[in-house]
């Protein structure tokens, strides 16, 4: 499973630089600056027997570096299940038009299961920031965890967010 979670990551710090390569961030003004998200979650296992799924919240913050590349940590609390993520990401965007954007992110991260130490996972997604305004964006994304260990059967779950966000 380990040998595996190196195999993707070094594909998903490929596939962010290609589109950081490809992006035509440099026609664009720059945006740089801390960000804050409040979301909401749904997450769900997509193997095992058992199938399970849950609904949660979080936070986000993090700070844009250019129009290109951000760092962004996240934490998030899912309540049926009562796991809990927390995420330090690599995020890249690669497509920019007036009030809307879409981004990558990657990176590893720490889960834990009640009653449970801190497992390693591996999370990699897409998402969007729609425009409400000068600061305010809505921002829909989609997750996939590799979990370094089981939980309940599961090694691999996804996560659909919608999160209300402010950059300062």
């Not at 449970?116 to 996939?144: C, F, K, M, Q, T």
Request: glycine share 12%.
């Amino acid at each position: 499973m380990t040998h595996r979670i190196y195999q993707l990551s070094s594909t998903l710090i490929a596939a962010l630089f290609s589109l950081a390569v490809a992006s035509s961030a440099s026609a664009q003004s720059e945006m740089r600056g801390p960000y804050f998200d409040l979301f909401g979650a749904r997450v769900q296992s997509v193997d095992g027997s058992d199938h399970f799924h849950s609904d949660g919240y979080g936070v986000r913050g993090g700070f844009r570096f250019n129009n290109v590349w951000a760092v962004e940590g996240s934490l998030s609390q899912f309540k049926d299940s009562d796991v809990q993520f927390g995420d330090l990401s690599a995020k890249a965007y690669f497509l920019h038009s007036k009030g809307f954007e879409m981004y990558a992110v990657a990176s590893p991260g720490l889960f834990k299961a009640s009653g449970e130490s801190l497992r390693l996972s591996l999370h990699a997604g897409i998402g969007a920031e729609i425009g409400l305004g000068d600061r305010a964006y809505l921002r829909p994304e989609v997750r996939g965890h590799w979990l370094s260990e089981d939980l309940n059967g599961d090694n691999h779950l996804v996560d659909y967010s919608l999160g209300f966000g402010w950059r300062f």
